[in-house]
């Protein structure tokens, strides 16, 4: 069965700092991937999606996440962190024969001024 | 443009009352619809998804029930709430059309449920 894991349950940076949140997952094929953002009492919003090709993303925000599939890992990516980043980051699975994703548990990302 | 639409946004009701939360899709047609619940601090767990009118999938039993009446509104219902029925609640479409689209997942505001 599909699984994400998500190991960091919170992660605090420095306004302009880099970041990365790091995601694995456990699929026998090649998974979908995507990272969805959601700010407190909001909806998720994606950030960036992989399906295939380049193994590098870019997505919304000046966020990208990076597919190594000798780690089975995919995570996400920033290079200077904005106070507005602070939220909850969630990684999620997908695959061709299913129309549901697995979603990892989260990060919550703490800014710091 | 695809919008999507959760209401109320907040809701608390006492325990034992009935519960009704809908969801309406704009802007596309046949959509996959999904209803999630986030517990507090926690991930999210896929309730139910359907892909098309009547069609329902259930993936927790529990105290809840779903319905799609018309092709883009999807509805969250119970006879009875209990205490554990609080948390935030999700509900989101997808593209039936092609083999990627379907796994993009488009969300709602989400409603605030408080069972008392």
């Known amino acids: 069965a599909q699984s994400v894991t998500q190991p960091d349950i919170h992660i605090t940076v420095s306004e302009g700092a880099s970041l990365e949140l790091r995601c694995n997952y456990s699929y026998g094929a090649t998974p979908y991937l995507f990272w969805y953002v959601q700010s407190p009492g909001q909806g998720l919003q994606l950030l960036l999606k992989?399906?295939?090709?380049?193994?590098l993303v870019q997505g919304i925000k000046g966020f990208e996440a990076e597919f190594k599939r000798s780690q089975s890992s995919f995570n996400l990516r920033k290079p200077s962190v904005h106070w507005s980043d602070a939220a909850e980051y969630f990684c999620?699975?997908?695959?061709?024969?299913?129309?549901?994703?697995?979603f990892g548990s989260g990060t919550r990302l703490l800014v710091r001024p | 443009s695809q919008t999507i639409h959760q209401w109320p946004a907040t809701l608390v009701q006492p325990v034992g009352s009935p519960l009704s939360l809908e969801c309406t899709v704009e802007?596309?047609?046949?959509?996959?619809l999904y209803w999630y619940r986030q517990a507090a601090g926690r991930g999210l767990q896929l309730l139910f998804y359907?892909?098309?009118?009547?069609?329902i999938s259930s993936e927790v039993p529990q105290n809840l029930s779903a319905s799609r009446p018309q092709d883009r509104q999807f509805i969250l219902s119970s006879k009875k709430l209990l205490l554990s029925d609080s948390g935030f609640y999700l509900c989101?479409?997808?593209?039936?059309?092609?083999?990627?689209?379907?796994?993009?997942?488009?969300f709602g505001a989400g409603t605030r449920l408080s069972v008392l």
């Open positions: 989101a479409w997808s593209n039936s059309g092609s083999r990627f689209a379907k796994n993009i997942q488009y």
């Open positions: 999620a699975v997908g695959e061709d024969s299913s129309y549901k994703l697995i």
């Open positions: 802007g596309t047609s046949n959509p996959n």
């Open positions: 992989y399906f295939s090709g380049d193994t």
């Open positions: 359907s892909v098309g009118i009547g069609q």
